[in-house]
C-alpha cells in the first residue's frame, strides 16, 4: 500500500510558476513509477506527466511539455511538478498518482492522493 499527499497548489496569476509536491509513504514507494494527472470542472481527469521508479525516465503530455517538469527525490520519497509559464486551462484539481508495480518505467495508476487545487487566473 502507498499514501500520497500532495501540496502546493494555489492561486496564481497566468504565466506565473508553482511547484506541487508529494510525499510518499509505504514499502515500496520508492520502487514505483509515479505521476501527475488533472481533472478540470466537467472534463475526464488526464495524463499531465509520469516519472520511473529511478528518476531517469520522464513522459509528458504534449499540453505541458516544455512548461512542466516532473522530478523525484527517493531519499524524501517525494515527487514534484515545476510549473512555469502557467495559463488559465491548466486550473484543475491535480493529483498524484503511484504505481503498484515495481521497477517500470511507465505508470498505471492504482494508488491516488486527495488532490490539490490549482487556479490559474487570466
Known amino acids: 500500500q502507498v499514501q500520497l499527499v500532495e501540496s502546493g497548489g494555489g492561486l496564481v496569476q497566468a504565466g506565473d510558476s508553482l511547484r506541487l509536491s508529494c510525499a510518499a509513504s509505504g514499502r515500496t514507494a520508492n520502487s514505483n513509477a509515479m505521476g501527475w494527472f488533472r481533472q478540470a470542472p466537467g472534463k475526464e481527469r488526464e495524463f499531465v506527466a509520469s516519472i520511473n521508479w529511478r528518476g531517469g525516465t520522464t513522459y509528458a503530455a504534449g499540453s505541458v511539455k516544455g512548461r512542466f517538469t516532473i522530478s523525484r527525490d527517493n531519499a524524501e520519497s517525494t515527487v514534484y511538478l515545476q510549473m512555469n509559464s502557467l495559463k488559465p486551462e491548466d486550473t484543475a484539481v491535480y493529483y498524484c498518482?503511484?504505481?503498484?508495480?515495481?521497477?517500470?518505467?511507465?505508470?498505471?495508476?492504482?494508488?491516488w492522493g486527495q488532490g490539490i487545487q490549482v487556479t490559474v487566473s487570466s
Open positions: 498518482a503511484a504505481d503498484s508495480r515495481r521497477y517500470t518505467d511507465t505508470i498505471m495508476p492504482a494508488y
